[in-house]
């Protein structure tokens, strides 16, 4: 969540938290959870700021933004309440399948699939976007296959290649292959199906070359797909999107007001039990502090 309102949220939280101050200390106790909040919202947007300023390294250590312990993401998150997205789910889904009238994968290379990449900073949705097109299409039957693959900073071309046999196959694999084994094997899985590929988290190396040739290694059992194949990657890096050979990587859009609210709500109250007029005290607390988010996750 990015918290450059700190300062102003706290005051508004102090205004808040004098007019409530002699009513239920139950109030008392989630404003100071809100507090807490907007504290450690704090602590992290400094973590942020290394971390998307222009030149930083990835790769240093002496960074703490580089020693975020990242969580693998899987096809679906432990939260499975999307706010919004709806649009950009709509918008991506039009780029899949090739509807889009200012888009036209087929036309954009000579590959098999196309590539469409989110960017954006850290937290601010596009996992969860991702996600919410991955289940969406999994209800359809425009694509044969689906792969999800968390690649990460330091990935490892086999252990990607790895799991993509064992999504493009629905098993597990425990043999041991060489590279060269797991890319003909995956080729062979991939063969004249139209398939659907995440690549999420890409990373920008602090060794652009070898990155970027590890990147494109990636992409090489690709190219025995159906075409009309898709790869969506998100990414921090713009850079690093170009780079893969995404065409317009795209900006992940802030949330609106309304849904940044109903998404703030929900885990600023964490299902508390509130009555109607403890309610509309944290409702009118919530707009306050969604205002100065300014669409910010
Ligand atoms: N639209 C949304 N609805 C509900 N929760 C959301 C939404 N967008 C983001 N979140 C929540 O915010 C958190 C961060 O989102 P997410 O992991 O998608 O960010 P990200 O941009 O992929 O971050 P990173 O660059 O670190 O990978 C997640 O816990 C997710 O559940
Ligand atoms: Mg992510």
Redesign the pocket.
């Known amino acids: 969540m990015q918290v450059i309102y700190e300062s102003r949220t706290k005051s508004a939280l102090d205004r808040a938290k004098h007019i409530i101050s002699r009513k239920a200390p139950k109030l008392k106790k989630v404003l100071n959870k809100l507090e807490k909040l907007v504290e450690e919202g704090s602590r992290f947007s400094a973590l942020l700021a290394s971390t998307t300023s222009s030149g930083s390294n990835v790769n240093d250590t002496s960074n703490p933004a580089n020693n975020v312990t ?1 969580i693998v ?1 899987t096809s679906s ?3 499975q ?5 709806d649009k950009e789910r709509d918008e991506i889904i039009r780029l899949l399948h090739g509807t889009s009238s200012n888009f036209d994968p087929s036309s954009s290379n000579s590959n098999c699939y196309s590539m469409i990449a989110i960017y ?10 991702a ?1 919410h097109v991955y289940a969406y299409e999994k209800m359809g039957n425009y694509f044969d296959l689906f792969m999800w693959i968390h690649v990460s900073q330091s990935f490892s071309v086999g252990k990607v290649f790895q799991e993509m046999l064992e999504a493009a196959s629905g098993e597990p694999s425990h043999e041991f292959c060489n590279l060269n084994t797991l890319q003909e094997k995956l080729e062979g899985k991939l063969k004249c199906k139209r398939y659907f590929l995440v690549l ?2 890409i990373w920008a190396g602090k060794d652009v070359g070898v990155h970027e040739y590890k990147l494109n290694q990636l992409l090489s059992p690709l190219e025995s797909g159906k075409k009309g194949s898709m790869v969506l990657v ?1 990414t ?1 890096f713009k850079d690093a999107a170009k780079s893969l050979g995404a065409h317009g990587p795209m900006r ?1 859009p802030d ?1 609106n007001e309304t ?1 940044l609210f109903d ?1 703030f709500m ?1 885990f600023a109250l964490d299902g508390a039990n509130l009555d109607a007029q403890e309610l509309e005290t944290f409702q009118m607390i919530g707009k306050q502090i969604v205002k100065k988010l300014k669409g910010h ?1």
């Open positions: 990242k993401t998150g432990p939260t309440i999307i706010f919004g997205r954006g900073i850290a937290g601010s949705g596009k996992t969860t976007l996600q999420d988290d998100t921090q992940i949330l849904d998404l929900h996750i």
